[in-house]
């Protein structure tokens, strides 16, 4: 017996995602060598054993080992451990499994020295608060915060503001209980959300939803680069703006063009920075999480402090309007200098400087008062009463505060831009799509599955605890900005009537620069996390190949980091930046984020409805109509921000489903979509199953029977190119074929003529499915096809078949039995018929008739096929111009101009366009061509009979003189299973011969003349020369009308009852088509498969 020693895996940089699934890969082949091919490829011992490939287990050299090393209580199964190894075996090396991460950490090692290479890698041993719940807070918490969140506070008001948040995280907390079911269903390696959509939706989904959450991702790293910028050129550095603006009402187009500009060099630095080593990136992730968390803990302090003492943030107000603040000095519009007033820098900017009179100022300067109110009352003010309800403006209005007196006047445009105006036109659809994304992060978690002591319970805890935080932060500073920031400032964007500042900054302690520069850093930290995640998935869609013109993107440099990926990566994101503003970017993030999330929910509810057998979550706390519930936020939110984003994310995931699902590679991952089709499939067999379908929705359901030659190769492919031209991607069609031998010695055999049939179906694009049979005889495999091909309702109802050609020239009579025997099984399996002859002249699927007759010879009724067939045919694009001829026989006794009209308001009535036309076959003597046709048809029989029996005689004295003593069988010399034996190659036998063989062998020959003059003097039978009359004249008809024709349809004769007329049937056949191109042999199933009635 073969000795098995257990080696370790090694990881290979070049293997995708199938390789982190390794432990379904259960074949231990028997070899010497170290298998890393880890494709699930079958393979067959020749006995019917499978064997697939598997990286757990070596043999070692079987001679040098002995029996011993097998346990003796497991002699039972010795001779079966090679492909069912010992339990412990398998358990040593599930026990060393470990979760190899394609993140940073693979990379730093590959960057270290080669001696660091070699060492064993380190086990995971990151817990849930650092693996994650602080990076799924660093995720969450993002630049919405700090530039955002008062903004929306002020325009949708405390209590639509508090429904905006609760929304966005009601939506990510149910994706995070989905998620969590998902991660915690197994072992789930680094690969995150693309990972465990495509694994449970299939290839399709998640190459579509994996684009989507790269697309996501790469457009997250623009909006933190723009928030980055807005943060340095309007708090931080105002004087490094590249653009001015003399126009007050162009200011936003000059700072766009500032955004531009910076935004695209700091995406530079960061994608170098990213290329250079992602080692640098994570070490400066605790660094920017340090500085989220204390601009957080300074807004709570300030927010505090400011019930006692609040920060002095005054705000100029000129009657009801906001002013901005850095325009002027002195919030009054005079000033007292020595004993004298003088005008103040106010005055001069709505007045002529220099002068006092009011008869060249603005008017509504002059009708109002200048006051001056806190930004910032206060934690026990009482401003939250104001700020409760929304109050959304047009783009351009003015920001007013609701309790100061005014008087309305009409002032100059001139003096627009002394006013805090809003910038763009804002509703609360608007500002669900602006917050979503500081509420998305929730799956930094599951990247980092590889570096984690216990992934499956780290995930959903870590998670679910993130969210919940990250919830109660942004609900209670919804509270926060309500109770202590005046409305006004709330809805200044950038802070315009603060100074400049930052409004978040202004609530802050101790000083407005703690948030302003740990925002600054928080988001280039953002920034660069996501410019470092979406190159790498980006790489690992590429290296599962399932997109093929991604392919190039999962190269990368020699330690594996995905220089190629990053580079696609730096130019969308460049597409993000020259949009510019952080308002845009947000909501086409949101799209992405949201289609991501929607289909994780998808996933877990699908799974769980499925019930599948591999679906035992360790998180037990989901249900799927929670799942239910996530998917419909997610739509709802998607359609709620933006519609039109919506429809175009929808679309782009719709075009890469349906690019994979036509050109991606395919991929066997046991996700639920299959599971999904199949309980569809099972139900609607169920359904079927109930009766026969009703005449209006019978079709052809296909059993197509090839033939294979010694290679293995399809003999007449054109009878596939005829079932797709027939069927049109419609229906059942089952391809079969039947090889010769035994199943165990065979299986490879079937297996590769399997393959070479569906390589066959893809070609000529034949929708349907492969089966075939090993079977001692051709005709026995025939009839188990007819008999077991299909499942349920879904079975064939028609059989097609090519017509045994060269059966006069051969002296085997097997093709032709066979051919008849499969005539007469259909008949009594009351199943249609269909034989196309010279199949190999019907054209194939690139050819056009552009025009041409179908021409259909109906002698017989039997069920409509001839009148249904055309008509699909018809529908292909090859035969849709070709036009359709109907000819049926009238006798003498029949009156063929009724008969006409008959036919035509019956075609009328099936709703079928055809001309129409009744032949009329006058009787006639049998002419003398029939005659000595049917003479020739005789004497070749009986020759080959008589040939056949002595060749029998030989065999069958052969036979008894080796096996003397076996029983011998009683049979007729023209038996089945003389003619079906195959011939062994010839020994020598020595013969016995006595004095009657002797006699008997000479006799037989002096007997050969007379059965020579015997063949000369022979008289065909009457019945035959009937039938061979009925034969020639309809040919004659036939060729007559329908020589130039495409296609001719014609009623098939049935066999005769009487199996010793078989080879005269076969020659009837051939008389009857004889000198037509191209002609389909058609027998009804014993059913009307055509009615008039709707």
Same mark, same amino acid.
């Given at each position: 017996?073969?000795?098995?020693?257990?080696?370790?895996?090694?990881?290979?940089?070049?293997?995708?995602?199938?390789?982190?699934?390794?432990?379904?890969?259960?074949?231990?082949?028997?070899?010497?060598?170290?298998?890393? #091919?880890?494709?699930?490829?079958?393979? =067959?011992?020749?006995?019917?054993?499978?064997?697939?490939?598997?990286?757990?287990?070596?043999?070692?050299?079987?001679?040098?080992?002995?029996?011993?090393?097998?346990?003796?209580?497991?002699?039972?199964?010795?001779?079966?451990? #090679?492909?069912?190894?010992?339990?412990?075996?398998?358990?040593?090396?599930?026990?060393?499994?470990?979760?190899?991460?394609?993140?940073?950490?693979?990379?730093?090692?590959?960057?270290?020295?080669?001696?660091?290479?070699?060492?064993?890698?380190?086990?995971?041993?990151?817990?849930? @608060?650092?693996?994650?719940?602080?990076?799924?807070?660093?995720?969450?918490?993002?630049?919405?915060?700090?530039?955002?969140?008062?903004?929306?506070?002020?325009?949708?008001?405390?209590?639509?503001?508090?429904?905006? &948040?609760?929304?966005?995280?009601?939506?990510?907390?149910?994706?995070?209980?989905?998620?969590?079911?998902?991660?915690?269903?197994?072992?789930?390696?680094?690969?995150?959300?693309?990972?465990?959509?495509?694994?449970?939706?299939?290839?399709?989904?998640?190459?579509? &939803?994996?684009?989507?959450?790269?697309?996501?991702?790469?457009?997250?790293?623009?909006?933190?680069?723009?928030?980055?910028?807005?943060?340095?050129?309007?708090?931080?550095?105002?004087?490094?703006?590249?653009?001015?603006?003399?126009?007050?009402?162009?200011?936003?187009?000059?700072?766009?063009?500032?955004?531009?500009?910076?935004?695209?060099?700091?995406?530079?630095?960061?994608?170098?920075?990213?290329?250079?080593?992602?080692?640098?990136?994570?070490?400066?992730?605790?660094?920017?999480?340090?500085?989220?968390?204390?601009?957080?803990?300074?807004?709570?302090?300030?927010?505090?402090?400011?019930?006692?003492?609040?920060?002095?943030?005054?705000?100029?107000?000129?009657?009801?309007?906001?002013?901005?603040?850095?325009?002027?000095?002195?919030?009054?519009?005079?000033?007292?200098?020595?004993?004298?007033?003088?005008?103040?820098?106010?005055?001069?900017?709505?007045? @002529?400087?220099?002068?006092?009179?009011?008869?060249?100022?603005?008017?509504?300067?002059?009708?109002?008062?200048?006051?001056?109110?806190?930004?910032?009352?206060?934690?026990?003010?009482?401003?939250?009463?104001?700020?409760?309800?929304?109050?959304?403006?047009?783009?351009?209005?003015?920001?007013?505060?609701?309790?100061?007196?005014?008087?309305?006047?009409?002032?100059?445009?001139?003096?627009?831009?002394?006013?805090?105006?809003?910038?763009?036109?804002?509703?609360?659809?608007?500002?669900?799509?602006?917050?979503?994304?500081?509420?998305?992060?929730?799956?930094?978690?599951?990247?980092?599955?590889?570096?984690?002591?216990?992934?499956?319970?780290?995930?959903?805890?870590?998670?679910?605890?993130?969210?919940?935080?990250?919830?109660?932060?942004?609900?209670?500073?919804?509270?926060?900005?309500?109770?202590?920031?005046?409305?006004?400032?709330?809805?200044?964007?950038?802070?315009?009537?603060?100074?400049?500042? @930052?409004?978040?900054?202004?609530?802050?302690?101790? =000083?407005?620069?703690?948030?302003?520069?740990?925002?600054?850093?928080?988001?280039?930290?953002?920034?660069?996390?996501?410019?470092?995640?979406?190159?790498?998935?980006?790489?690992?869609?590429?290296?599962?190949?399932?997109?093929?013109?991604?392919?190039?993107?999962?190269?990368?440099?020699?330690?594996?980091?995905?220089?190629?990926?990053?580079?696609?990566?730096?130019?969308?994101?460049?597409?993000?930046?020259?949009?510019?503003?952080?308002?845009?970017?947000?909501?086409?993030?949101?799209?992405?984020?949201?289609?991501?999330?929607?289909?994780?929910?998808?996933?877990?509810?699908?799974?769980?409805?499925?019930?599948?057998?591999?679906?035992?979550?360790?998180?037990?706390?989901?249900?799927?109509?929670?799942?239910?519930?996530?998917?419909?936020?997610?739509?709802?939110?998607?359609?709620?921000?933006?519609?039109?984003?919506?429809?175009?994310?929808?679309?782009?995931?719709?075009?890469?489903?349906?690019?994979?699902?036509?050109?991606?590679?395919?991929?066997?991952?046991?996700?639920?979509?299959?599971?999904?089709?199949?309980?569809?499939?099972?139900?609607?067999?169920?359904?079927?199953? &109930?009766?026969?379908?009703?005449?209006?929705?019978?079709?052809?359901?296909?059993?197509?029977?090839?033939?294979?030659?010694?290679?293995?190769?399809?003999?007449?492919?054109?009878?596939?190119?005829?079932?797709?031209?027939?069927?049109?991607?419609?229906?059942?069609?089952?391809?079969?074929?039947?090889?010769?031998?035994?199943?165990?010695? =065979?299986?490879?055999?079937?297996?590769?003529?399997?393959?070479?049939?569906?390589?066959?179906?893809?070609?000529?694009?034949?929708?349907?499915?492969?089966?075939?049979?090993?079977?001692?005889?051709?005709?026995?495999?025939?009839?188990?096809?007819?008999?077991?091909?299909?499942?349920?309702?879904?079975?064939?109802?028609?059989?097609?078949?090519?017509?045994?050609?060269?059966?006069?020239?051969?002296?085997?009579?097997?093709?032709?039995?066979?051919?008849?025997?499969?005539?007469?099984?259909?008949?009594?399996?009351?199943?249609?018929?269909?034989?196309?002859?010279?199949?190999?002249?019907?054209?194939?699927?690139?050819?056009?008739?552009?025009?041409?007759?179908?021409?259909?010879?109906?002698?017989?009724?039997?069920?409509?096929?001839?009148?249904?067939?055309?008509?699909?045919?018809?529908?292909?694009?090859?035969?849709?111009?070709?036009?359709?001829?109907?000819?049926?026989?009238?006798?003498?006794?029949?009156?063929?101009?009724?008969?006409?009209?008959?036919?035509?308001?019956?075609?009328?009535?099936?709703?079928?366009?055809?001309?129409?036309?009744?032949?009329?076959?006058?009787?006639?003597?049998?002419?003398?061509?029939?005659?000595?046709?049917?003479?020739?048809?005789?004497?070749?029989?009986?020759?080959?009979?008589?040939?056949?029996?002595?060749?029998?005689?030989?065999?069958?004295?052969?036979?008894?003189?080796?096996?003397?003593?076996?029983?011998?069988?009683?049979?007729? @010399?023209?038996?089945?299973?003389?003619?079906?034996?195959?011939?062994?190659?010839?020994?020598?036998?020595?013969?016995?011969?006595?004095?009657?063989?002797?006699?008997?062998?000479?006799?037989?020959?002096?007997?050969?003349?007379?059965?020579?003059?015997?063949?000369?003097?022979?008289?065909?039978?009457?019945?035959?020369?009937?039938?061979?009359?009925?034969?020639?004249?309809?040919?004659?008809?036939?060729?007559?009308?329908?020589?130039?024709?495409?296609?001719?349809?014609?009623?098939?004769?049935?066999?005769?009852?009487?199996?010793?007329?078989?080879?005269?049937?076969?020659?009837?056949?051939?008389?009857?088509?004889?000198?037509?191109?191209? &002609?389909?042999?058609?027998?009804?199933?014993?059913?009307?498969?055509?009615?008039?009635?709707?």
């Amino acid at each position: 017996m073969p000795h098995f020693t257990v080696v370790p895996v090694r990881d290979q940089a070049q293997s995708s995602y199938d390789s982190l699934e390794g432990i379904n890969w259960v074949d231990y082949r028997d070899t010497g060598q170290e298998h890393h #091919d880890h494709q699930d490829t079958v393979s =067959s011992d020749g006995h019917g054993n499978h064997k697939e490939d598997s990286p757990f287990l070596k043999s070692a050299d079987a001679a040098s080992k002995n029996y011993d090393f097998y346990d003796r209580n497991l002699a039972l199964f010795e001779e079966e451990l #090679d492909i069912r190894p010992k339990v412990s075996s398998l358990l040593s090396r599930l026990v060393n499994y470990t979760n190899i991460t394609q993140g940073a950490k693979e990379h730093e090692e590959e960057e270290s020295t080669e001696a660091s290479r070699s060492k064993t890698p380190k086990s995971p041993n990151m817990g849930t @608060l650092m693996g994650v719940y602080l990076p799924c807070l660093q995720n969450i918490f993002g630049v919405i915060l700090f530039l955002r969140l008062t903004w929306i506070v002020g325009m949708a008001g405390i209590m639509q503001s508090l429904l905006i &948040v609760l929304m966005c995280c009601s939506c990510t907390m149910l994706t995070a209980i989905s998620m969590s079911a998902i991660a915690t269903n197994g072992v789930v390696p680094a690969g995150g959300a693309y990972f465990m959509i495509s694994r449970s939706l299939g290839p399709e989904f998640g190459g579509a &939803v994996g684009l989507c959450f790269y697309l996501g991702t790469t457009f997250a790293s623009a909006m933190y680069i723009l928030g980055a910028i807005e943060i340095f050129l309007k708090y931080l550095v105002p004087q490094a703006a590249i653009f001015h603006s003399t126009d007050p009402l162009g200011s936003d187009s000059a700072m766009l063009n500032n955004m531009r500009v910076y935004g695209s060099i700091c995406l530079t630095l960061m994608a170098v920075v990213v290329f250079v080593g992602v080692k640098y990136v994570n070490k400066l992730a605790s660094l920017f999480l340090t500085c989220v968390i204390i601009s957080i803990v300074s807004i709570y302090a300030g927010a505090f402090k400011s019930m006692t003492h609040p920060p002095e943030f005054p705000i100029c107000m000129l009657g009801n309007r906001t002013l901005v603040r850095d325009r002027f000095d002195v919030c009054a519009k005079t000033v007292i200098e020595g004993n004298h007033t003088m005008p103040s820098q106010l005055w001069d900017r709505f007045c @002529l400087p220099g002068n006092l009179s009011s008869t060249q100022c603005d008017d509504y300067f002059i009708q109002n008062n200048v006051t001056e109110i806190q930004g910032i009352p206060g934690l026990g003010s009482g401003i939250i009463r104001e700020n409760m309800w929304s109050n959304y403006l047009p783009k351009g209005e003015i920001l007013e505060k609701a309790g100061l007196q005014s008087v309305d006047a009409h002032g100059t445009m001139d003096n627009f831009g002394m006013y805090v105006s809003a910038d763009i036109a804002t509703s609360f659809t608007l500002l669900v799509g602006i917050f979503f994304p500081s509420a998305t992060g929730i799956m930094a978690g599951s990247n980092r599955s590889g570096d984690l002591r216990d992934a499956q319970k780290s995930i959903p805890v870590g998670t679910i605890l993130a969210i919940t935080t990250t919830s109660l932060v942004y609900l209670s500073s919804v509270i926060l900005f309500g109770s202590c920031i005046e409305g006004v400032v709330l809805r200044d964007k950038f802070g315009d009537a603060v100074r400049k500042n @930052l409004v978040v900054g202004t609530l802050s302690w101790p =000083s407005p620069w703690v948030i302003v520069i740990g925002s600054f850093f928080s988001t280039v930290g953002a920034g660069l996390q996501s410019l470092t995640g979406a190159p790498r998935l980006l790489q690992a869609i590429a290296k599962d190949n399932i997109i093929p013109f991604l392919r190039v993107f999962g190269h990368g440099k020699s330690n594996g980091e995905p220089t190629w990926a990053l580079l696609l990566t730096g130019l969308i994101a460049e597409l993000g930046i020259l949009i510019a503003s952080l308002d845009m970017v947000a909501p086409i993030l949101s799209m992405f984020f949201l289609m991501c999330y929607l289909f994780v929910n998808l996933a877990c509810a699908v799974q769980t409805l499925l019930r599948t057998p591999n679906w035992r979550p360790r998180f037990k706390y989901y249900h799927w109509a929670l799942s239910f519930l996530g998917m419909s936020m997610c739509v709802a939110l998607m359609f709620i921000s933006s519609w039109y984003y919506a429809i175009v994310a929808m679309g782009i995931a719709g075009m890469i489903y349906k690019y994979i699902e036509y050109q991606g590679a395919e991929k066997e991952w046991g996700d639920g979509i299959r599971g999904l089709s199949l309980s569809a499939a099972r139900y609607a067999l169920l359904r079927l199953e &109930v009766g026969p379908p009703h005449t209006k929705n019978w079709r052809p359901q296909l059993l197509v029977l090839l033939k294979l030659d010694e290679d293995l190769h399809v003999k007449y492919p054109r009878l596939l190119t005829f079932a797709s031209q027939l069927k049109a991607g419609k229906g059942l069609t089952i391809v079969g074929s039947v090889i010769q031998g035994n199943f165990l010695d =065979s299986y490879g055999e079937m297996q590769a003529a399997e393959q070479a049939i569906k390589n066959m179906m893809e070609i000529e694009r034949v929708k349907g499915f492969c089966q075939v049979v090993v079977a001692s005889k051709v005709r026995e495999g025939i009839v188990h096809l007819i008999q077991s091909c299909g499942l349920g309702g879904m079975k064939h109802n028609t059989v097609v078949m090519g017509w045994p050609y060269g059966w006069r020239q051969s002296e085997d009579p097997r093709a032709w039995k066979t051919f008849i025997n499969t005539v007469r099984c259909t008949t009594a399996a009351h199943l249609a018929l269909m034989v196309p002859k010279n199949v190999s002249f019907y054209p194939s699927n690139h050819e056009r008739f552009t025009d041409g007759n179908i021409d259909v010879w109906w002698i017989v009724h039997d069920g409509g096929m001839l009148m249904l067939l055309p008509f699909l045919l018809k529908q292909h694009k090859v035969w849709r111009k070709c036009k359709m001829r109907i000819f049926t026989v009238a006798q003498m006794d029949d009156n063929s101009i009724q008969m006409k009209k008959d036919l035509a308001t019956f075609l009328y009535q099936l709703r079928i366009e055809a001309e129409v036309e009744v032949v009329e076959m006058h009787d006639s003597d049998i002419s003398a061509y029939t005659y000595e046709r049917t003479l020739m048809m005789e004497q070749r029989s009986q020759m080959l009979r008589q040939m056949r029996l002595s060749s029998a005689e030989r065999q069958r004295e052969a036979q008894l003189v080796k096996d003397r003593h076996s029983l011998v069988r009683m049979g007729s @010399l023209y038996s089945d299973e003389e003619e079906e034996v195959v011939e062994a190659p010839p020994e020598k036998i020595q013969m016995t011969w006595t004095k009657e063989k002797c006699e008997a062998e000479r006799r037989n020959r002096n007997n050969a003349p007379e059965n020579f003059r015997e063949l000369m003097s022979l008289k065909p039978d009457q019945s035959n020369v009937r039938r061979m009359h009925t034969a020639v004249k309809l040919n004659e008809v036939i060729v007559n009308r329908s020589h130039d024709a495409r296609l001719v349809l014609l009623n098939m004769p049935g066999p005769p009852r009487n199996t010793d007329g078989d080879e005269n049937y076969m020659e009837f056949l051939e008389v009857l088509t004889e000198g037509l191109e191209r &002609v389909l042999l058609v027998r009804g199933g014993g059913r009307e498969v055509i009615t008039i009635y709707s």
